[in-house]
């Protein structure tokens, strides 16, 4: 691939960016014109790090790491979407809170939590989810002890020596500690209490300057996300390869908890909205602003749904969906408008 220009790519050791790993080993990405090199980092933090220090042009985070960045100025573009539900704005079922017996804490008894010592990566989306769960069930975050704990490899060992009474992480390591820790269970999972989006994101001076290889990632990105839905166990295989010490056993149990769906919809609006007002900082222009197509303002130069899917289609997708709309429409409705239009037209 020398003949190739590259790129940079900063990724998450955790399945949120599986489709990422995919594209390198399976060369979509070189298929679309471009080398694209991974490096591989342990959080949210690390992702923004390397790409404002020019360690990466291209970086893959959730979206409360990049509402965040941005808010901080950073100059950051999102090109497509990775780790999504498009039918949902609340999808956040590879976050979980999990505990073991002995800890005086119940299976969905979260007021049980009050007083422990909570193991998870300060600052990162676990943490958000955890201030998430906590205010639904009218708790407070200082009533609780907060062991920062930055390596997810280092949840299962904290959890089983009795270092904390509970840990809070995402897959592939709530499955991770739910295998190796004796007598564990979960809390929670999910609970609809926010939405784990996984976005990917461009450094603004290079979409500007190279938009041919922001496309490029974007299309092999589709490509990825469409291969890795339909080979999820050869997907962890090559996770694996990637990252050293990952249970493939356990990784195959994991992965069944994500959604890798790019579609773009309201509910991912909904999702961007949802995780600024959390902030209490209001969506950026890039986000809210709508585009072309209908494409919401983050996607109007760069999406990948509107890169790789040719316009023609574009065009029977959109004469679909009013034709569903249509069908939806009860038989008085539908009475109604063709006696509207009977009558403007003079027939009754």
Known sequence: MADLPR????I????GHLPMFIGAEKGFFAKHGVDAKMLVVDTGTDMVNAMHDGRAQIG?????????????????????LIMNDATRDNCDDPLAIVTRKGRGIEPGKLSDLK??????ARGQTSDEYF????RRAKMKYEELTIENIWSQFGLAPALAEGKVDAVVSWEPYVTQVLTQVPDSYPVIRGGHHMSYVMVATAH????????????AIAAGLAQSSHFTR?????????????????????????????SFDPRLSSNVLRAFENAAARRAEPVPPA???????????????????????????RRRRRAMCRSSKRRRRSPEKRSRRSDLRAGQDGRA
């Open 230 to 258: 339909n080979n999820r166990d050869e997907a962890v295989e090559i996770f694996a390869k990637w990252v050293p010490g990952t249970d493939v056993a356990i990784g195959k149990k994991a992965v069944r908890h994500i």
């Open 60 to 80: 893959d985070m959730s979206t409360t790491t990049y509402l965040k960045a941005v808010h901080a100025g950073e100059p950051f573009k999102v090109i497509g």
């Open 287 to 313: 986000v809210h602003g709508r585009g072309p197509e209908g494409a919401p303002g983050i996607f109007r130069r760069f999406a990948a749904v509107e890169i790789a899917i040719p316009r023609s289609s």
């Open 204 to 215: 603004g001076p290079t979409v500007e300057a190279k938009p041919q290889l922001a496309k």
């Open 131 to 134: 201030k998430m769960v906590l």
């Open 7 to 10: 790129l940079d790519v900063v």
């Open 12 to 15: 998450g050791n955790n399945f």
């Open 115 to 120: 007083g422990k010592k909570i193991g998870l």
